[in-house]
């Protein structure tokens, strides 16, 4: 099986920081989709969609591989997009407006557990169409820590919460806004490492560096898989 080029289909920084980190050769390319949930919709099924246009979005564009990729293009392109919603009470938290809405949502998610989806969906083109699809959702439950209003407060200040779903950083360094966290931190952070690998393997594509190299150097929390591995051990009686 040939390994397809990848493209990344968002141009979110901490995307790509994983990419990076994980050692995965890709390019990247804005979707720019109408991220709207429709009518109805549940969190999980708002990113699952989104995650799946913005792949296929990103994979139409892609008729003439020689325009976007280089001289000499693959046979085969595999396009991945991703989607992340903050969700509290069924309702998803989208990026604050403007300071006073993410003081709003900051001071709802106080001292209490959420939920964050993230999807992520693979969509492999040829020259002659689309050839594959698959996706995978990953939700992690989050409970924040009980900060005053006047870390509230400076935390805006900074602007930082003003490009995040919920208004928050997990791996924010002086707010520290989380408590604990159930699954996947780098989910949180908008892309689950671990799912990723997953999925990019089902398609011959390999990262050079595992979730437990990268994801705690970039989310500042333990990675989900060496949870995995403590507890199977801890259920073993092993010590590693």
């Known amino acids: 099986m040939n390994t397809p080029k990848v493209i990344l289909a968002s141009n979110s920084p901490r995307r790509q920081q994983f990419f990076h980190a994980l050692g995965i050769p890709f390019l990247a390319e804005s979707a720019d989709v109408d991220e709207s949930p429709a009518p109805n919709e549940s969190p999980a099924q708002v990113v699952e969609r989104l995650a799946l246009a913005k792949a296929l979005t990103v994979g139409s564009r892609l008729a003439s591989f020689s325009d976007t990729i280089d001289a000499d293009p ?114 949180v952070m908008g892309l689950p490492a671990a799912d990723l690998i997953r999925l990019l393997s089902e398609f011959n594509v390999t990262a050079a560096r595992s979730p437990l190299q990268v994801c705690p150097a970039l989310t500042g929390l333990q990675c989900c898989q060496r949870q995995a591995v403590d507890s199977h051990c801890h259920r073993q009686g092993c010590v590693c």
């Open 74 to 187: 693959p046979e085969e392109v595999l396009v991945i997009g991703a989607d992340t919603v903050v969700a509290i009470d069924g309702e998803v938290l989208g990026k604050p407006a403007g300071a006073g809405e993410a003081h709003a949502m900051l001071t709802r998610l106080r001292a209490r557990p959420h939920q964050v989806h993230t999807a992520i969906a693979a969509v492999l083109r040829t020259e002659e169409g689309l050839k594959r699809t698959r996706s995978l959702l990953n939700t992690t439950t989050v409970e924040m820590r009980p900060y005053s209003d006047g870390e509230i407060a400076a935390y805006v200040a900074t602007g930082d919460p003003l490009d995040k779903a919920g208004a928050y950083a997990v791996q924010h360094q002086r707010f520290h806004p989380v408590e604990s966290v159930s699954g996947c931190p780098a989910g």
